[in-house]
């Protein structure tokens, strides 16, 4: 395995700690939490960085400035003072609720939206959780975003949140399946579930967006599904169903909510690099992990210009839409995929 | 398109939409009957903002009365003042001078504009795409420059008064107006761009919450909700009002009576107004723009129903004079709160996401449904 | 609520607590989010601001929540009703602490020229309690801008409030001797 | 501008058909008819093809402190032409029968009239208040109504100081 930037400090840093302790299993278990704070830190950056950008970028598309007041002339520190006055908000609880199933969803949601981050490879050799089935834990563990939905959506005993979670279920069960569909191809492609393995096959500029153009197409439409944003942001279609299972949260756990948002839309970002846009590669100005982040940037403009160009779907076209188009489409790719291995005798 | 009705028993519940509610335009209450997302029965519950405007008028003189008008259909102030105005003229047979009715055309014509840009802008913001409603009120902001240069009002302008209009319209005005004028095409292009060529928007209200012209007129459904069923019923045309007999223009009709028929109608009569606006613009004549209308105003016995094509519908005002300065009372025949009868029709059958383009697309304005 | 009152009184003028409170205090006056509701024609005058010419998200205003759980301020834009004054306590009850109530337009000042209808509440504040008083028949954008901004003020500097009610009651007993 | 209204031969013809309309002279005529008969009149300006009144223009009642006339004015596109219905109503118990089935859409001014004016449509198919709460008392529109406003309810503020009342 190569080294890069980030794999050389991590291994430089297991040197280190060594040298302190002197046990092997410490020094690997400080890493571990090392690289976990890391990915958290991430996260919150992420949502913190993505809230002012998407406001930015919102401000853009509609001809306006957006924040410049708060924190210098970018208005740089307005998500800080977002999220600080979120943490202090009074926690109301309604009297209705189921309150264990209530207050445990909003946590459920955050964990598998955190815990995919441990598969990504953000460099050569940067990947936390190193798994040789990493595609496959990863769907298995993104899947269990729908429960936290729907839990709180029934605990809420508020009709809008019910109705947005029978819709999230329908949604994200009927797009998981194109979603794993359109990236079966590029599985067969590398004959690897390692997501670095996948990464590293793209080496020489031939990512497999060029290779499989159709996958991309898929895959990018249903990952924007999963995520719930705009043009399928039925779950909490703002002007319909006021704000779909969140309706009745309210500070912190409204927050925790729009954290995992923004995790998974990060997810859905990355995910997109690391198939389809070659990850960590690219020129050598650029350590690997700038790449990955720059593309994965890219990605989340494009997500987010959807959001602010396109109206919200109905709830039975979106359905209609993942089974009868994007699910035959998916399968035809791998289809297409497995004829033209065989013609040219890769298998 | 209404599905079958469903082979498995299921229960309905009640959703209730508002008061306070992002799409129901101000504070109308819908209570919808559904059956998991499909609406069996929506019943519009009014009266959220009655304040009694028929009856502070008979405590008013007609002067007085004539500000409370503007807050009825507050986005279309100028077509409810035209109507009162007329109306009253109407009962005290006060002539109008030929200049003040062009002004009045040409304010009444900026204002559907500026109403069905706010129409187009809400449909947009209902199904989701709010950069539409940012781009609507972006244009409409230049509207309410004229309306500002000639009264100094942004919404409740109080400019057309009864004999004629309280302020001359002048030069600058009407640079203002010309250079509004030519933006009319560009910004038409562009909601093309953005929403009529949008594959999502298209599907989202083509074939919607249909009506058939013969449900329409039994409803006693007017104004755009009553065109795009493909009935061409315009006052403007029918009654020629004003100095309308002397305007050529076209009144657009739609199809289907759908949600994309009514957003259609409404589109097309922005450049049917500019078409209008830009002929009063040539034929403004000279002259005086107030007639001489008495300082305590004291129309004869009787009662007069006068009816005008405001933005929304047959804007009617009913009053009955007892001789004195106050109206014995008044009557406003406000479209919204007539058309809102179609509202249980066009979302029967319809999914909840279709429900907001109901509501958005009928446009009723909730002070002139609730008076 | 603030932290200063929670704590024990020995540590009421303690630096961090006080600085910690400021900076709660400047996150509450910086991210202001709206309640979506309007009742009438100032509510057109409220969407008016949102948009490009006047743009509240300058000021990080513009997230209008839908949904009252997380809103913080409600701009009671229009004419209050009987019948619309129940649904709005309730909105306000359902708002979480701390919240804060523009009184919009001269609607909801006093009633406005619907003041001696049968029908209308004369001024919100009979209802709700208001925080600032915006002028007008409908104010213009600028105007809800400039009370926001206020409201900003009020909370950051909360002293500022009491100095000028302070003075306001000594006015008034001034007032009041020399009618004596 | 002037609408036109029936001519004298057209409103002849109806009081030729119904026996209790009585017609005044004036700008507007009215036709005065009694409740037992006015259905049938509606029907007939409705549905008679050289009259084809089909549009219900405007819906509304006058107290006139004796009486409560409701007042209908039905627009004809073929005659291009006005008419005017009033039906005079007893103010204690007013009560005639609804247009609802000659004119749907009526149903939300009836409505409306009866919660303003206190009229009652037999045959309306949903007889209730539409602009004021349910179980208001009194029809504001009518001459006589007097009203003291109830108190509002009221919401407190938790947690922060209350303003000093005196302000």
Redesign the interface.
Not at chain 4, 54 to 58: A, G, I, K, N
Not at chain 4, 129 to 133: A, D, E, G, Q, V
Not at chain 4, 149 to 160: I, Q
């Given at each position: 395995m190569e080294t890069s930037f980030l794999s050389g400090l991590a291994l430089w840093l297991r040197g280190e700690i060594y040298g302190v302790t002197g046990i092997p299993v410490l020094s690997d278990l400080a890493l571990d939490v090392i690289g976990i704070a890391l990915l958290l830190g991430i996260i919150s950056m992420a949502a913190i960085v993505f809230t002012y950008a998407e406001r930015k970028v919102c401000a853009f598309m509609q001809v306006r400035l957006g924040p410049n007041r708060v924190g210098g002339r970018f208005g740089l520190l307005q998500p800080v003072a977002d999220m600080l006055k979120l943490m202090s908000k009074e926690d109301i609880m309604p009297e209705g609720a189921d309150k264990v199933l209530w207050a445990l969803s909003p946590a459920l949601l955050f964990v598998p939206a955190a815990l995919v981050y441990a598969f990504f490879p953000f460099d050569a050799g940067a990947v936390l959780a190193d798994v040789n089935v990493g595609v496959f834990l990863l769907f298995a563990i993104s899947g269990q975003a729908v429960l936290p939905f729907l839990m709180g959506g029934y605990a809420s005993n508020n009709k809008y949140s019910m109705v947005g979670g029978f819709r999230v279920v329908s949604q994200m069960i009927s797009y998981e399946a194109p979603l794993l569909f359109s990236l079966l191809g590029i599985l067969m492609l590398t004959g690897s579930m390692r997501l670095e393995d996948i990464v590293e096959a793209q080496a020489g500029g031939l990512w497999f967006v060029f290779l499989q153009p159709l996958a991309f197409v898929i895959f990018l439409i249903s990952a924007v599904a999963e995520t719930n944003r705009t043009p399928f942001d039925l779950v909490e279609g703002e002007s319909e169903i006021i704000a779909g299972p969140f309706t009745e949260y309210s500070g912190m756990r409204w927050a925790l909510f729009f954290l995992a948002e923004y995790a998974n839309l990060l997810t859905a970002a990355i995910l997109a690099t690391t198939f389809f846009l070659g990850g960590y590669l690219g020129p050598d100005f650029l350590p690997g992990f700038a790449w990955f982040f720059l593309k994965a940037v890219l990605m989340v403009f494009l997500i987010m210009w959807f959001r602010w160009t396109f109206p919200r779907t109905r709830v039975d076209q979106i359905l209609s839409f993942g089974w009868k188009a994007m699910l035959p489409l998916s399968i035809l790719n791998v289809f297409l995929t497995g004829v033209v291995m065989c013609a040219l005798g890769l298998v | 398109m209404k599905a079958a009705a469903p082979a498995k028993r299921t229960e309905t519940y009640l959703l209730n939409m508002g008061p306070q509610h992002p799409s129901t335009h101000g504070v109308l209450q819908v209570k919808l009957t559904l059956d998991g997302e499909r609406i069996l029965k929506a019943e519009p519950v009014l009266g959220y903002l009655h304040r009694g405007i028929e009856k502070l008028m008979e405590s008013r003189t007609y002067v007085q009365c004539l500000p409370y008008t503007d807050r009825l259909d507050y986005i279309s102030s100028m077509n409810n003042n035209f109507g009162f105005a007329m109306a009253v003229e109407e009962l005290a047979n006060i002539e109008v001078p030929r200049r003040a009715e062009f002004i009045r055309v040409i304010m009444a014509e900026l204002n559907r504009i500026n109403s069905h840009l706010i129409g187009i802008g809400t449909l947009a913001n209902d199904l989701g795409a709010s950069t539409g409603m940012l781009y609507c009120f972006r244009d409409r902001e230049y509207i309410l420059d004229i309306f500002n240069e000639v009264c100094g009002a942004r919404q409740t302008f109080h400019y057309i008064r009864i004999g004629g209009v309280s302020g001359d319209f002048t030069d600058k005005a009407r640079s203002l107006t010309e250079a509004f004028l030519e933006r009319v095409p560009k910004f038409l292009a562009e909601y093309d761009q953005l929403l009529t060529g949008n594959e999502i928007f298209t599907r989202r209200i083509v074939g919607i919450s249909p009506m058939t012209a013969q449900e329409a007129l039994d409803l006693n459904m007017t104004g755009p909700n009553l065109r795009a069923t493909g009935v061409a019923r315009d006052l403007r045309k029918l009654d020629g009002y004003s100095v309308y007999g002397e305007l050529d223009f076209a009144i657009p009709v739609g199809e289907h009576g759908d949600n994309w028929d009514r957003y259609q109608v409404k589109l097309k009569e922005i450049a049917e107004s500019a078409k209008i606006i830009r002929q009063c613009l040539d034929k403004l004549p000279e002259g005086d723009i107030m007639a001489k209308v008495p300082k305590v105003l004291k129309p004869p016995k009787g009662e007069v129903y006068s009816r005008s094509e405001g933005t929304r519908g047959e804007l009617g005002f009913y009053i009955v004079s007892d001789g004195t300065t106050k109206p014995y009372r008044v009557h406003i025949r406000r479209p919204s709160f007539v058309n809102m009868q179609g509202l249980d029709l066009m979302c029967r059958g319809m999914l909840i996401g279709d429900s907001v383009s109901a509501y958005s697309s009928i446009d009723p304005i909730m002070g002139e449904v609730d008076c | 609520m603030e932290l200063k009152d929670r704590v024990p009184e020995s540590l009421r003028n303690n630096v961090l607590i006080v600085k910690v409170d400021e900076l709660f205090r400047w996150a509450h006056a910086n991210s202001i989010w709206p309640l979506s509701s309007g009742l009438a024609c100032c509510a057109i005058e409220m969407m008016s601001t949102a948009t490009a010419r006047f743009d509240l998200s300058r000021f990080g205003y513009e997230v209008f929540r839908p949904c009252p759980r997380q809103a913080d301020l409600l701009i009671v834009a229009g004419t209050l009703t009987y019948k619309m004054a129940d649904p709005i306590v309730r909105l306000y009850e359902e708002m979480p602490e701390p919240k804060y109530v523009i009184a919009m337009g001269s609607c909801a000042i006093v009633g406005g020229p619907f003041a001696d209808s049968y029908s209308v509440v004369e001024g919100i504040d009979e209802v709700l309690p208001v925080d600032v008083y915006i002028p007008g028949c409908p104010p213009r954008p600028e105007a809800l801008i400039d009370g926001m901004l206020k409201l900003r003020e009020k909370i950051m500097h909360p002293e500022r409030v009491a100095e000028e009610r302070a003075k306001w009651a000594e006015r008034k007993k001034e007032r009041e001797a020399k009618q004596a | 501008?002037?609408?036109r209204y029936l001519t004298a031969e057209e409103l002849a013809r109806i009081k030729g058909e119904f026996y209790t309309v009585s017609i005044d002279e004036?700008?507007?005529p009215p036709i005065y008819v009694s409740p037992e008969e006015f259905l049938p009149l509606m029907k007939m300006l409705k549905n008679d093809h050289t009259l084809s009144f089909?549009?219900?223009?405007?819906l509304?009642a006058?107290?006139w402190k004796d009486t409560i006339d409701v007042?209908y004015?039905l627009f004809s596109?073929l005659l291009?032409a006005?008419v005017?219905v009033k039906v005079k109503t007893i103010r204690n118990h007013p009560e005639i029968p609804s247009v609802t089935s000659v004119?749907?859409?009526?149903?939300?001014?009836e409505r409306?009239v009866y919660d303003?004016m206190g009229v009652r449509f037999t045959g309306h198919p949903d007889m209730r208040?539409?602009?004021?709460?349910e179980g208001f008392k009194g029809h504001?529109?009518r001459k006589d109504?007097t009203?003291k406003?109830?108190?509002?309810?009221?919401?407190?503020?938790?947690?922060?100081i209350e303003?000093?009342a005196?302000?």
């Open positions: - | - | - | 501008m002037k609408q004036e700008e507007r089909t549009h219900l223009s405007c509304t006058v107290d007042v004015y596109e291009g006005y005017v004119f749907p859409g009526a149903e939300f001014e409306e303003l208040r539409i602009l004021m709460p504001p529109l109504f009203y406003k109830p108190a509002p309810p009221k919401a407190t503020r938790v947690g922060e303003k000093e005196d302000l």
